[in-house]
């Protein structure tokens, strides 16, 4: 038997099979790459250094978010008539909202991070701008720990953008550089307790539209959170405030 002729042909389904696959990666789409933070800034042009300085700690995230894939929902947001666009803070942090039935990754567009870890980001440079834009000449920072309990945060193909954060807030010592307790409701006595719900309708289908609209969220999450903070400093009895212009 001619081994030589049985292992030409081997040889070359093997060239074959290496063209085949280098001509399969060549067509495959380029991945895209995303960030929650958006570009546009809040305020009156203020640039002082904020008197607020928050400090993120647990930013607790559903499984199915909490991946670079974008996720997008397979249900329809369930939400009331006429919140469209807004932003709403409430004190109550009772009952737990329902999730997304069903979720699609999407494979060639992602997170520059996990979900969990954009959001701290996205949301702390959010914050740091909004409290220096509307912060008080010579005022003394205060020292703030933030956590979050994420229920959903879902965009659909057919252009809902949907989220429901509950937030929790506590002064702390400038010194304070420890996470042991931080979201303890009975680390001190002043905790800030809200909860956060949005939604808005984008173009169907259109990632980059869906993303605009994730970035919006988190930008009228952190305004909120800042509108709630200053006159909750002044007196623990403040209850939770929608920032202007979140509607």
Known sequence: MDFMNIKRPIALSTVALAAL?????????????HTLSAMDAPGNG???QPDLRYRIGTVDVPERLNRVDIVVSGRKADVAAGKAGAGQAGGSLSGTPALATSVT??????????FADALRDALGARLAVA???????GAQPAQLRLSLQVYR?????????????DWRLRRTDASDDTDAAEDNASAGPRMLSCRYQGYEHVKADDVDALV????????????DIVASTRPWLRDDRA???QAAGGA
């Open 21 to 33: 696959s280098l001509a399969a990666c060549a067509s495959s789409p380029p991945v895209h790459f």
């Open 46 to 48: 203020n640039r002082a």
């Open 105 to 114: 990754l999407l494979e060639n567009n992602r997170w520059d991070a996990p």
């Open 131 to 137: 409290a220096a834009s509307s912060a008080s000449a």
């Open 153 to 165: 945060f879902d965009a659909s193909r057919s252009g809902d953008v949907d989220a429901l954060v």
């Open 212 to 223: 605009a609209g994730m970035q919006r969220q988190v930008a009228r999450l952190a305004d």
């Open 239 to 241: 209850g939770c405030v």
